[in-house]
């Protein structure tokens, strides 16, 4: 009898370990082999959600300009979620938001701004804005972020 409540138990957590893992949001994170941020922003990611995939690359500026990432928005890594971009320190609650609009190529959080998600300092943020590239090449805001 013992034997068969645990085998009943362990097949429950397998069974909701898979089903959580099946929950989570695939996407691909590409960055320099040296940013520690970006690994921070990584964590923030994993921690709510989704199941990152990453990638070093050579030559980021490179990468950027083959995904469509325009300069005025760069920052210091890229990511690709179902085809769209999202560029820099993005909070995870916008990169989920990316999957509900049709009208945006992409995402950014332009510069590295104290505050965001890895990019966390003692209590010091910057107040930022995540921006939205729309499929005509136009800007618009996404999300206003306060300095705290």
């Known amino acids: 009898m013992r034997n068969h409540l645990r085998l009943t138990a362990l097949g429950v957590l397998l069974f909701s370990s898979l089903a959580q893992a099946a929950d989570l949001i695939p996407i691909e994170v590409h960055r320099d082999a040296n940013c520690g941020c970006c690994k921070k922003w990584v964590s923030h990611l994993e921690a709510n959600g989704f199941k990152v995939e990453d990638h070093v690359e050579s030559d980021m500026s490179a990468f950027k300009q083959q995904h469509g990432v325009p300069p005025r928005l760069a920052s210091c890594h890229t990511a690709i979620l179902n085809g769209k ?6 909070p995870a609650e916008q990169v989920r938001a990316l999957s509900q609009r049709d009208d945006l190529l992409g995402v950014a959080a332009p510069g590295m701004p104290m505050g965001s998600p890895g990019m966390e300092m003692d209590g010091m ?19 206003d972020y306060p300095a705290h």
Not at 125 to 143: E, F, M, N, P
């Open 85 to 90: 971009f999202v560029e820099g320190h993005v």
């Open 125 to 143: 943020s910057d107040a930022y804005q995540v921006i939205g590239l729309k499929r005509d090449g136009t800007d618009v805001v996404v999300a």
